[in-house]
């Protein structure tokens, strides 16, 4: 297989901690083992064939036995279990065996099997996927023959699990992106312009400042650390032809842009909001330590960036203060250009190289992905789901927040996306991104200019690679 890497900024922020599902941090494994938890099926016959991957489809009276493994929490054992209790009973001939861990359980385990070349039939991956390249199947040829259904997945979701040649090494198991969640009744007690689907920095600025203004209030909440992510790998890839530039290149060999002058405009349009008061200085930004005291819940603040499957929690916090929260696309460059938004994965399925029976893993993922009700079960506990149907089923008994968060990855998704896209970044970032933060802060006390700042930047960042 080759092993050309695709890579994103936006992703590991999310990866970071806002993905649903994705496990960043370990979670708790089952109470009652501190080993991990498996449950054993009956073994297949001892004279079952080894498959080969290119076998034909296996007879429906074949005996096949999957190995599965994921990690999460109890909740997710728990529907996962179900799920596969359903797909035995649907397909009587298939025994999966399954394993369930935490986080860090999973991984030491994984490392184990990639080393014996025993790696599980299905298993699950993360944002760390290049890792273990050598170990995924790609689904391509299965795809192609139909036992793989993608009919129902958008190409923009498609992507998020593919690489920059092409190869497609699973199906994600959520989906999720960026928005902007505001507060209407306050734009509307200010007199500002509310957020539209093709609004433009310049107005998410003069909305904030007319807000501060009228409101005594933050016009915009903190972006955290995402502030990088607006106003560099968003910020450049909003600028110019579709896929003409990204804030680190496709390789994560040196820059996706040759232009540092390109950041400086954000760089100084949020100084100037933080001089105003309509963006948090760095000292008060520090007092956001999570989404549930962000200004925008606690009131202080007009709109707020957020993960969208974030979303749900605060708009419920704030229901219940009487206040009703709304979801908005990101403001671009223009109001015409590109919008620098981009689907995500929380995680995937993937089949092994491992695996004697790959192309009956293949199947398992494809149903698990795309059946209605093996997602009735799952309830979107890894994420938002990336099937439409299934996201359309979902949604009829969804929550008020959560169908707005459900038609705004629909309307993402369908966004025209470039060929090509990151979903990592290069060791060194973080400290890019705390000088990148340092540095509006300079431009903020007057010393130094965005223009130099953008610079410092730039430099910041091609160092990485020097």
Not at 60 to 76: H, K, N, V
Not at 242 to 265: E, I, K, R, V
Not at 448 to 466: C, G, N, R, V
Request: with cysteine; aromatic share 10%; net charge negative.
């Amino acid at each position: 297989m080759k092993k050309k890497i695709v890579s994103c900024l936006l992703a590991v922020a999310m990866v970071a901690g806002s993905i649903v599902g994705c496990g960043s941090q370990p979670e708790q494994a089952p109470s009652d083992s501190q080993a991990p938890a498996a449950e054993s099926k009956e073994e297949a016959p001892a004279a079952e064939a080894k498959e080969e991957a290119s076998a034909e489809t296996p007879s429906s009276d074949e005996p096949i036995t999957l190995r599965m493994a994921w990690w999460g929490s109890q909740d997710r054992h728990d529907k996962t279990i179900a799920a596969i209790e359903l797909y035995e009973s649907l397909n009587p001939n298939v025994k999966i065996e399954y394993e369930y861990y935490s986080f860090d359980d999973y991984f030491t385990k994984l490392k184990t099997l990639v080393a014996s070349d025993e790696v599980w039939d299905v298993f699950q991956l993360g944002g760390n996927f290049p890792m273990y390249l050598d170990k995924i199947y790609p689904l391509d040829e299965f795809i192609s023959s139909g036992v793989v259904d993608v009919s129902k997945i958008s190409e923009a979701n498609l992507k998020t699990t593919r690489q920059t040649d092409g190869t497609q090494l699973g199906l994600t198991n959520g989906i999720n992106t960026y928005g902007i969640a505001y507060d209407p009744a306050m734009f509307e007690e200010a007199g500002a312009a509310l957020p539209t689907d093709d609004w433009t920095w310049e107005d998410y600025q003069k909305a904030a400042d007319l807000i501060t203004e009228k409101l005594g209030i933050f016009g915009s909440s903190t972006f955290l650390t995402s502030d990088f992510i607006a106003g560099c790998s968003t910020y450049i890839a909003q600028q110019g032809d579709l896929g003409q530039n990204s804030f680190f290149n496709l390789d994560l060999t040196g820059m996706g842009f040759d232009d540092p002058q390109m950041l400086a405009p954000f760089i100084q349009m949020r100084a100037d909001m933080i001089k105003k008061g309509s963006y948090p200085d760095a000292g008060a930004s520090a007092e956001v330590t999570n989404i549930e005291n962000d200004f925008l819940v606690t009131g202080e603040a007009a709109m707020t960036w957020v993960a969208v499957n974030q979303f749900p929690t605060i708009y419920n916090v704030c229901a219940e203060q009487g206040r009703e929260l709304a979801l908005a696309h990101l403001p671009k460059v223009t109001a015409s250009g590109n919008s620098g938004t981009l689907i995500q994965s929380s995680q995937m399925l993937c089949v092994s190289q491992d695996s004697e029976h790959k192309e009956a893993a293949a199947a398992f993922i494809s149903w698990f992905e795309n059946d209605i009700d093996c997602n009735n079960i799952l309830q979107a506990e890894r994420g938002i789901p990336a099937n439409e149907d299934v996201r359309a089923a979902l949604a009829a008994s969804a929550t008020p927040a959560q169908q707005i968060m459900y038609d705004y990855v629909d309307a993402v998704s369908k966004m025209p996306t470039p060929k090509e896209y990151n979903v990592l970044s290069p060791d060194g970032q973080d400290q890019v991104q705390d000088n990148y933060l340092n540095y509006i802060q300079q431009v903020v006390n007057g010393e130094i200019t965005a223009s130099e700042a953008a610079e410092k930047t730039y430099a910041d960042a091609e160092a990485i690679f020097k």
